[in-house]
C-alpha cells in the first residue's frame, strides 16, 4: 500500500481517538459566572476550587490555567486561593456592542493530567450611556392640508447600553396640534412618531419648535433631547415611490472607502417643489452611518469606511426619499458583507516541555496549542500537520486544542534534537 493510501485511515485513527478522548477531558456543562461592567480590577468573580472539588495544592500541582477563546487576559485565576480575579476592568460595549447577552468563553486547563472545563463570563450592563439623537435638530415640512391622524417618523435616539438601561420611552413637549405615538423597529427597540391631532393653519401660524426627549430605562433614568422644527407648507398629495421595496446587495469586505454599493431611485407624481425628492437614512444605528453614506440628490449609497466581514456579516439600512412637502416613501437595502480570504491561521502554544527524558513511555504530552482563524466558511477551516518523519503524533482534544505526544520511545544517543513545524 502507497503512502498516499495509507493516510485516510490515519486520519479516521486520529478522529476516533477524538471521540473518546473528549468524554474524558472535558466537562460536559460549562460553569457560568457574572460580573458588572466596570467592576474594580482585582474584585473576586468565583471560586474554581468548590467548582471541581478538589484543594487548593491541586491547582499549582496540575498548572491550572485560564484561557478564554480570543486569548486575552479578562480574569486571572490565583492559584494560592483558587479565585478567579478581574485582570481588567470590562466595558460591556466595547466587548459585545448591542448584542445581548454579552457572553465571554474560556476554559479552565488542568495540564497534569490534561483536563479542560469549559466557562462562560456573563458581562452585566449598567446604565452609563445616555440617549443621545445623532441630529441635533429634526426638520419637518408639513403641508396645512394633512389630515389629521398623519404620522411623520421620526429618527431614534441611540444608546450604547442594551435591554432596560436602553431608550425605553420618549416624550414630546405640550403643545395643541402633535403627539407622539411610539413604534416597535426591525431590532426590537422603538422609534418615534408625530401625530397631527387637527388641521394646521399656515397664515396662523408658520412654524412650531417642539422639544422630543428620550428617556432610558434606569434609576433614575438618563436622558437625551432634540429640536424638533415643524414648518407648515402648502398642499402636496402624493408621496414618493421607490422602485422597489428592498435592495439587496453583495459587496466584498476588501472594498476600498467609497466604492458605490447601490443607487437607489424613487418617483413622485406631484410638480414643482413637491416633486424634488430628497433620499436620507431613516432611523438608523451609529454604526450604519459610519460605515455609509448616501447622496441626498442622486441616491447613491457609498462606503464610508472598511467592511469587516469577521465583525458584521450584514447590514439593513432602512431609507426614505422625502418630498418637497415632507411626504416620504420608505424602503430598505440589505447589505451581504462577502467573506475574503483575509486572515491566516494562528497557533498560540500553551505549555511546551523541552528537554524531555529518553525512553519516555510512548503518548507523553509534549505541547499543548490551540490554532484558530477568523474566517469563515471554507476561508476558515484549517489543517493542522508536523512531519512525517518524526516519532512524534498530533493529536485532536478539544474544540481548537491540539497535544503534540511521542509516539515511540525516543533514544538521545541515536537523535539529541529535533526540530517540529506545525
Known amino acids: ?221 438618563r436622558s437625551g433631547t432634540t429640536l424638533v422644527r415643524v414648518l407648515v407648507l402648502d398642499i402636496n398629495d402624493n408621496a414618493p415611490e421607490f422602485e422597489s421595496p428592498v435592495y439587496e446587495v453583495q459587496v466584498p469586505e476588501n472594498s476600498p472607502v467609497d466604492s458605490l454599493v447601490v443607487r437607489v431611485s424613487a418617483t413622485d407624481l406631484d410638480a414643482g417643489i413637491y416633486g424634488e425628492l430628497s433620499y436620507s437614512f431613516s432611523h438608523v444605528s451609529t454604526d450604519i452611518r459610519k460605515t455609509f453614506e448616501i447622496h441626498p440628490i442622486s441616491g447613491e449609497i457609498h462606503l464610508k469606511a472598511l467592511l469587516d466581514f469577521e465583525l458584521i456579516q450584514s447590514y439593513t439600512i432602512n431609507i426614505q426619499a422625502v418630498d418637497g412637502g415632507s411626504l416620504s416613501g420608505k424602503s430598505a437595502i440589505l447589505v451581504q458583507v462577502v467573506d475574503v480570504n483575509d486572515n491566516a491561521p494562528e497557533i498560540v502554544m500553551t505549555s511546551l516541555t523541552s528537554p524531555i527524558p529518553e525512553n519516555s513511555s510512548p503518548e507523553m504530552v509534549v505541547a499543548i496549542f490551540s490554532v484558530r482563524d477568523q474566517d469563515a466558511g471554507d476561508n476558515g477551516k484549517m489543517v493542522c500537520s508536523i512531519q512525517d518523519d518524526l516519532p512524534f503524533l498530533l493529536k485532536p482534544t478539544f474544540k481548537n486544542f491540539y497535544t503534540l505526544v511521542t509516539e515511540i520511545p525516543l533514544d538521545r544517543e541515536s537523535q539529541a534534537e529535533y526540530n517540529i513545524t506545525i
Not at 478564554?68 to 478581574?86: A, I, V
Not at 412618531?193 to 434609576?219: M, V
Open 1 to 221: 500500500m502507497e503512502p498516499g493510501e495509507r493516510r485516510p485511515q490515519r486520519i479516521r485513527q486520529v478522529l476516533l481517538f477524538f471521540v473518546f478522548l473528549g468524554g474524558s477531558l472535558v466537562c460536559s456543562e460549562p460553569w457560568r459566572y457574572s460580573v458588572a461592567e466596570e467592576m474594580e480590577i482585582g474584585s473576586v468573580i468565583a471560586n474554581v476550587v468548590k467548582n471541581i472539588g478538589l484543594g487548593v495544592e491541586d491547582l499549582v500541582a496540575r498548572g491550572a490555567r485560564v484561557i478564554f477563546d480570543d486569548y486575552k487576559p479578562y480574569l486571572l485565576l490565583d492559584q494560592q486561593t483558587g479565585n478567579l480575579l478581574l485582570n481588567e476592568q470590562l466595558d460591556r460595549e466595547a466587548l459585545c456592542h448591542l448584542t445581548e447577552p454579552c457572553i465571554l468563553y474560556f476554559q479552565v486547563l488542568f495540564e497534569n493530567p490534561l483536563q479542560f472545563f469549559r466557562a462562560e463570563l456573563w458581562v452585566k450592563d449598567i446604565n452609563d450611556h445616555t440617549p443621545a439623537f445623532l441630529d441635533k435638530h429634526i426638520l419637518l415640512k408639513i403641508s396645512e392640508s394633512t389630515a389629521p391622524g398623519t404620522s411623520f417618523q421620526m429618527d431614534s435616539a441611540q444608546d450604547l447600553d442594551v435591554g432596560k438601561n436602553g431608550v425605553q420611552n420618549y416624550t414630546l413637549s405640550p403643545n395643541p396640534y402633535f403627539h407622539l405615538k411610539l413604534q416597535a423597529s426591525d431590532d426590537g427597540g422603538k422609534y418615534p412618531e408625530l401625530l397631527l391631532d387637527q388641521f394646521l393653519d399656515r397664515e396662523k401660524e408658520p412654524e412650531f419648535r417642539l422639544t422630543l426627549t428620550a428617556l432610558d430605562g434606569g434609576s433614575p433614568p
